[in-house]
């Protein structure tokens, strides 16, 4: 994808108004909540405070992107599983997230994903369901860390 957008302007922005992706949120726009995380050649990132330059010539990965061929991948299905979605706001975040941290630590301690996850935030506090989610992600066969 392509844009003449101004470089100064918001990925998140572009994301949603020019590219239709809305699966990415807008929650605070400050880089505080974290509803807008995407993937910058892998890299977790605020992309209310990422300019769109920056995207330039990288690979960008929203929430739309990771089910590949309408198979969810392991975080999602997990996300699902553990019920770790209320009113749903934070969760593309959250699995965006998430998906990161397993890529580079297939196998994190339980605080090493609470360290991870902990920029999000939930507005309606499901973190239980959302941190138990992340860990059945991470050893899908129940094993201790
Ligand atoms: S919308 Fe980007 S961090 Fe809150
Ligand atoms: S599920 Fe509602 S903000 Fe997290």
Redesign the pocket.
């Known amino acids: 994808m392509s844009t003449d957008s101004p470089a100064e302007r918001p990925l998140?922005e572009v994301l949603r108004e020019d590219f239709g992706l809305t699966g990415t949120?807008?929650?605070?726009?400050?880089?505080?909540?974290?509803?807008?995380t995407v993937l910058i050649d892998g890299r977790p990132e605020?992309?209310?405070?990422t300019p769109v330059s920056r995207a330039a010539g990288a690979s960008v990965t929203t929430i739309e992107g990771l089910a590949s061929g309408g198979d969810l991948t392991q975080v999602q299905r997990a996300f699902l599983e553990a019920d770790a979605a209320q009113c749903g706001y934070c969760t593309a975040g959250m699995i965006v997230e998430a998906t990161a941290l397993l890529r580079r630590n297939p196998r994190p301690s339980r605080s090493e994903i609470v360290d991870s996850m902990n920029p999000h935030l939930c507005r309606c506090c499901g973190y239980p369901n959302i941190l138990r989610a992340v860990e059945m992600a991470a050893r899908p066969d129940g094993d201790d860390a």
């Not at 949120?25 to 807008?36: I, V």
């Not at 605020?46 to 405070?49: D, V």
């Open positions: 998140l949120k807008y929650g605070c726009g400050e880089g505080q909540c974290r509803a807008c605020p992309s209310c405070l």
